[in-house]
Every structure is written in structure tokens, then in C-alpha cells.
């Protein structure tokens, strides 16, 4: 599987954002995709996750209420609707693929990963 990321850019604080990530490759419609971010100088931490059925998510609390993970299995892409952003959400962000039917949460279970999109947030 192979993803790639796009959408990334510089955003007002308060300013939305969606980014996509398209999958190519086997059975990718089948996987769970998550959505992972790093800032600079810290650890790269989960953000979003959804099931390969498009049924069920899960945010980490930082962005619950303003994140929004979706898929569109048809065009073979995930996307992340960011809202309300503020300048703590500057980070890459990178798109994930697991072979699992749950919605992990840390990156050693996700297999495939995209290359990231750099996101600004300006105050």
C-alpha cells in the first residue's frame, strides 16, 4: 500500500483545514486508516483513526470536537477535516494504513505510511 498526503499549508489560527491522503496498491479499501501528527521537537502522536468501513472513529481528546477523520473507499481516500485550528496543531501530519479491524492508536501497528504534509497555524 502506498499513501500520499496533500492539503498541508499555512492557516490563520480559527482557520480550517482538510487534508487527503490517496491510497494505491492491494486491498487497500480494507484497512484502518489513522492520521498521525509531529511538531517540532516532540514525538509524533495519534490524531485520528477511522475503520475501513467508514463506520467508526476515534480523536485523541486534543481535537475532539474539531477534527473530523472520513473516507471514501469508491476514490480510495481518507481525509481530515481540521476546524478551529489553533497554532498548538502545527505539526506533519501523516495518513497511516493497519491491516486491523480496531482503531489503534500508536504507530507501531500501523504498517504503511505516507510521506506528510506540513501544516502551519499562525496566531
Known amino acids: 500500500v502506498q499513501l500520499q498526503a496533500s492539503g498541508g499549508g499555512l492557516v490563520q489560527a480559527g482557520g480550517s483545514r482538510r487534508l487527503s491522503c490517496a491510497a494505491s496498491?492491494?486491498?487497500?479499501?480494507?484497512?484502518?486508516m489513522g492520521w498521525f501528527r509531529q511538531a517540532p521537537g516532540k514525538e509524533r502522536e495519534f490524531a485520528a483513526a477511522?475503520?475501513?468501513?467508514?463506520?467508526?472513529?476515534y480523536n485523541q481528546d486534543a481535537v475532539k470536537g474539531r477534527f473530523t477523520i472520513s473516507r471514501d473507499n469508491a476514490k480510495n481516500t481518507v481525509y481530515l477535516q481540521m476546524n478551529s485550528l489553533e497554532p498548538e496543531d502545527t505539526a506533519v501530519y501523516y495518513c497511516?494504513?493497519?491491516?486491523?479491524?480496531?482503531?489503534?492508536?500508536?504507530?507501531?501497528?500501523?504498517?504503511?505510511w505516507g510521506q506528510g504534509t506540513q501544516v502551519t497555524v499562525s496566531s
Open positions: 497511516a494504513a493497519a491491516s486491523r479491524v480496531d482503531l489503534p492508536t500508536t504507530r507501531p501497528l500501523y504498517e504503511y
Open positions: 477511522i475503520s475501513w468501513s467508514g463506520s467508526t472513529t
Open positions: 496498491g492491494r486491498s487497500r479499501s480494507r484497512h484502518t
